[in-house]
Nanobody, 123 residues
Framework: QVQLVESGGGLVQAGGSLRLSCAAS????????MGWCRQAPGKEREFVAG????????YYADSVKGRFTISRDNAKSTVYLQMNKLKPEDTAVYYC????????????????WGQGTQVTVSS
């Protein structure tokens, strides 16, 4: 089992920044592929960003490229999502997740999920 705990959400004005953190515990050796997904009210959960522990390769949804940066500190078993130039359409609950299959861009491939943290961007 892998436990994931997110923090860092909140209310920010458009153009502002937030940094989300995700602390992993349990079978952290299996958390090679980790990512962030989000779900806005009335919409399906969507992939935002992903990163691999071994190669540190990163992947981003087109909607956040150039604004969001995913990173990880393997020594701390923590994954971060730096979000800059936030837009009202970024408003959602953001979830940290771990994929045992290694597939990052498909939300159904994630096996473990955090409880989510709310990000609200005001216009």
């Amino acid at each position: 089992q892998v436990q994931l705990v997110e923090s860092g959400g909140g209310l920010v004005q458009a153009g502002g920044s937030l940094r989300l953190s995700c602390a992993a515990s349990g079978r952290t050796f299996s958390t090679d592929a980790m990512g962030w997904c989000r779900q806005a009210p009335g919409k399906e959960r969507e992939f935002v960003a992903g990163i691999r522990r071994s190669s540190l390769m990163t992947y981003y949804a087109d909607s956040v490229k150039g604004r969001f940066t995913i990173s990880r500190d393997n020594a701390k078993s923590t994954v971060y999502l730096q979000m800059n130039k936030l837009k009202p359409e970024d408003t959602a609950v953001y979830y940290c997740a771990a994929s045992l299959s290694g597939i990052l861009v498909v939300t159904s491939e994630y096996d473990y999920w955090g409880q989510g943290t709310q990000v609200t961007v005001s216009s």
